[in-house]
């Protein structure tokens, strides 16, 4: 059987501030939507707001980097795969069905709220590799708290290059 792609990208706000919940293996697991709108004319020629909700889920550093920096409101740009889980139902026994996003690569884009208390407003990128960075407008590190930016020291005198970063 030939290679499938299953790609998916968003470009949205979340709904809700995420569910943050580690697994009995000590995995971190995030939950959250993500609504995308279309605009289109209508037979009048109204432009109508078409909102599509996207369930999310995040796992290990990415769901650390969205439990300290994602809330409601905040506009994402995701890459990620689409993934079907099903399961009976213990209540009724009815096979139940949920279609959600994994997350491969995330990238914080500010949006409501981005300004407030020194929150993320810049473009924080995680990729599924274990590296991660910070494509602001200043050079900057991501505590793996909650908390301020601090100013990380420029080594282009040394004649380090990215291509020097092992990651």
């Not at 792609?5 to 501030?17: F, S």
């Not at 939507?33 to 996207?54: F, I, M, V």
């Not at 884009?109 to 300004?115: D, Q, T, V």
């Not at 473009?123 to 494509?135: I, K, M």
């Amino acid at each position: 059987m030939a290679k499938g792609v299953n790609k998916v990208i968003l470009l949205g706000n979340v709904g809700k501030d995420p569910e943050i919940r580690t697994t009995a293996s000590g995995t971190t697991v995030a939950t959250f939507s993500l609504a995308t709108a279309d605009r289109a004319k209508d037979p009048q020629g109204n432009w109508t707001d078409k909102t599509e909700w996207h369930n999310l889920v995040a796992f290990q550093r990415t769901a650390e980097i969205v439990r300290d920096y994602v809330k409601k409101g905040s506009q994402l740009y995701v890459e990620g795969k689409i993934q079907t889980r099903s399961w009976d139902d213990k209540e009724s026994g009815q096979k139940k069905y949920r279609t959600e996003i994994l997350i491969n690569d995330l990238s914080l884009l500010g949006g409501r709220g981005a300004g407030e208390g020194g929150s993320a407003g810049g473009n924080y990128e995680r990729s599924s590799g274990s590296s991660s960075s910070y494509a602001g407008s200043r050079a900057a590190s991501v505590p793996a708290s909650g908390g301020g930016y601090s100013q990380q020291p420029d080594y282009g005198e040394q004649g380090i290059t990215d291509e020097d970063i092992p990651f």
